[in-house]
C-alpha cells in the first residue's frame, strides 16, 4: 500500500497555512530545479554555488529536479545529499535508463524519492527495462521510489489502468500522474481534453494524498511553474484532512 509520508503531509500543510496568512510573501511549495542549470554535464563540480545556495535556503518544502536527465551529470548525487541534508523533500525525476548503473552514488534517506517516469508506450513492453531494473535495484537497496506515470490526451483509460498497475507490480512507495508532453498538446481539442484525462487518471492512485500532490506537481513538470501555487489552492486535500494522512503513516525503506 503506498502511504503519503507524514513529514512530507507536515510541511505542506504549513506551507498553505503559509500562503493563507502571509500571501504576498508566501513560497511556493515546490521548487523546481533543472540539473543542467546547476551542474555541468561533463564534471562534478557545479555551475554555481551560489545557485546550491539560493535552493538550500529556499523555504520550499519540496525540490523537484528534472529538466534534462539528471542522471547525466556526474554531480547530481552530491546535490541530492546536499538538498536532503537543508532539511528538503527531494523527488530526482528520471527516465531510469541509468539509475542501475549509478544508484550505488546516492544514499536511501526518507526525504529522498527516486522518481522513475513510465509512459503509455512502455505497455507494450512491461516497462522500459532498463527502468524496471533500476527500480528493482533501487528497492532492494532501501530506496523510496515514486513512479510519473505521464498520460497524454489520446490516452485511453483502460491503458492508464494498465500503466498504474504495472507502476504498483513493482511494489512502489508513491505515484503521481501527469500529462505527457508532446508537440500535439498545443492543439485546442487536446488542451481542452488533458485536465480531464488526467484527472480521471489519478482517481486510479486510490490515495488522497498522492492524488493531491499529483495536481500540486503538474505545472512543474509541464513547464507552466506559474501556476504552481492557483493548483495547490485547488488540490483538494484540505488542511483538515491532515489527521487521514497521519494515520497511513510513514513507509521508509
Excluded: Y
Amino acid at each position: 500500500m503506498m502511504r503519503f509520508p507524514l513529514r512530507l503531509t507536515a510541511d505542506l500543510a504549513l506551507a498553505r497555512i503559509a500562503q493563507k496568512l502571509r500571501p504576498a510573501a508566501a513560497v511556493c511549495p515546490i521548487q523546481f530545479v533543472d540539473a543542467a542549470e546547476v551542474l555541468h554535464a561533463d564534471s562534478s563540480h557545479p555551475v554555481s554555488h551560489e545557485k546550491i545556495r539560493d535552493i538550500i535556503d529556499s523555504r520550499s518544502p519540496v525540490v523537484w529536479i528534472g529538466g534534462s536527465e539528471p542522471l547525466h551529470h556526474p554531480g547530481i548525487a552530491h546535490l541530492v545529499r546536499a538538498i536532503t541534508g537543508s532539511g528538503h523533500f527531494v523527488f530526482l525525476e528520471t527516465d531510469g535508463t541509468l539509475l542501475r548503473r549509478r544508484i550505488h552514488e546516492f544514499q536511501p534517506v526518507p526525504r529522498f524519492f527516486l522518481t522513475v517516469r513510465l509512459e503509455p508506450e512502455h505497455l507494450e513492453t512491461g516497462g522500459s527495462p532498463l527502468a524496471v531494473e533500476g527500480i528493482r535495484a533501487a528497492r532492494l537497496s532501501g530506496f523510496l521510489i515514486c513512479v510519473q506515470l505521464r498520460v497524454a490526451p489520446d490516452t485511453g483509460m483502460s491503458d492508464a489502468a494498465k500503466l498504474f498497475n504495472l507502476a504498483h507490480s513493482l511494489d512502489v512507495d508513491g505515484c503521481v500522474i501527469s500529462l505527457a508532453r508532446r508537440e500535439s498538446h498545443s492543439a485546442n481539442m487536446e488542451a481542452a481534453a488533458a485536465p480531464l484525462k488526467t484527472g480521471e487518471a489519478r482517481k486510479l492512485i486510490g490515495n488522497a494524498w498522492w492524488e493531491s500532490f499529483s495536481r500540486l506537481i503538474e505545472p512543474i513538470v509541464s513547464g507552466d511553474r506559474n501556476a504552481t501555487q492557483s493548483a495547490e489552492e485547488k488540490s483538494g486535500a484540505p488542511i483538515e484532512h491532515e489527521s487521514r494522512a497521519n494515520e497511513e503513516g510513514v513507509k521508509v525503506a
